[in-house]
């Protein structure tokens, strides 16, 4: 009895003698009261709170995927504006005025792009303008895929697949966003007139 009494003792540190007698004898007795908890009420808060967490971040997740496939298509309009803009603001147009300078370089930038890929009717310059909007998006997306990566792989050499993955999707998403986005017109040939009769 003392062998258990001392390891409690030793355990608790705060049992006296006379309270290692009561516990040995009686061990539904024990100190500080307060009567029975219910552990189902903490453990189903913790449960819940766990697939509500789970839900929130899968869909968080999904969302932040979802704007970096949709707005693929801006990567070079956004590099395009925001260079211009730190050169307007660095050059002394202020605040508002480098910001002005940039979104107008940004839409004009997206515009000419379209316009150009739409009149055009040689493949080449077709594919140029399209990789030229293609090649800044797949950089944008291996940098968002990487780091994103970040909170599920441990392992660097699979961040690194993930994020190339992720570049050619990306880069491949705005390569066909802006082929519809840009309506071709049909191939008419110049100097054919219809017979009006």
């Known amino acids: 009895m003392s062998a258990v009494c001392s390891t409690e003792v030793f355990e608790a540190k705060l049992l006296t003698p006379q309270l290692c007698l009561v516990s040995?004898?009686?061990p539904e007795l024990r100190r500080g009261g307060g009567g029975?908890?219910?552990?189902?009420?903490?453990?189903?808060?913790?449960?819940?709170?766990?697939?509500?967490?789970?839900?929130?971040?899968?869909?968080?997740?999904?969302?932040?995927?979802?704007?970096?496939?949709?707005?693929?298509?801006?990567?070079?309009?956004?590099?395009?504006?925001?260079?211009?803009?730190?050169?307007?603001f660095q050059s002394g147009a202020g605040l508002i005025g480098s910001l002005l300078i940039a979104?107008?370089?940004?839409?004009?930038?997206?515009?000419?792009?379209?316009?150009?890929f739409a009149v055009t009717r040689s493949s080449a310059l077709r594919i140029a303008i399209a990789t030229a909007?293609?090649?800044p998006a797949a950089v944008a997306g291996y940098h968002v895929v990487f780091a994103v990566?970040?909170?599920?792989?441990?392992?660097?050499?699979?961040?690194?697949?993930?994020?190339?993955?992720?570049?050619?999707?990306?880069?491949?998403?705005?390569?066909t966003r802006l082929m519809v986005l840009a309506k071709t017109r049909p191939f008419?040939?110049?100097?054919?007139v219809e017979n009006p009769s």
């Open 24 to 26: 040995v004898s009686y």
């Open 36 to 88: 029975r908890r219910n552990w189902y009420i903490y453990a189903h808060g913790a449960t819940t709170m766990l697939a509500i967490g789970f839900v929130l971040n899968t869909l968080g997740i999904g969302l932040f995927c979802w704007a970096i496939f949709a707005l693929a298509v801006y990567a070079l309009p956004f590099f395009v504006a925001l260079s211009i803009g730190m050169i307007a």
């Open 103 to 116: 979104t107008a370089s940004g839409a004009l930038t997206l515009v000419l792009g379209q316009v150009a």
């Open 133 to 135: 909007f293609a090649v």
């Open 149 to 175: 990566s970040h909170i599920g792989v441990p392992s660097l050499a699979w961040r690194e697949v993930f994020a190339c993955l992720g570049a050619i999707c990306i880069g491949v998403t705005s390569w």
């Open 188 to 192: 008419e040939p110049a100097g054919v």
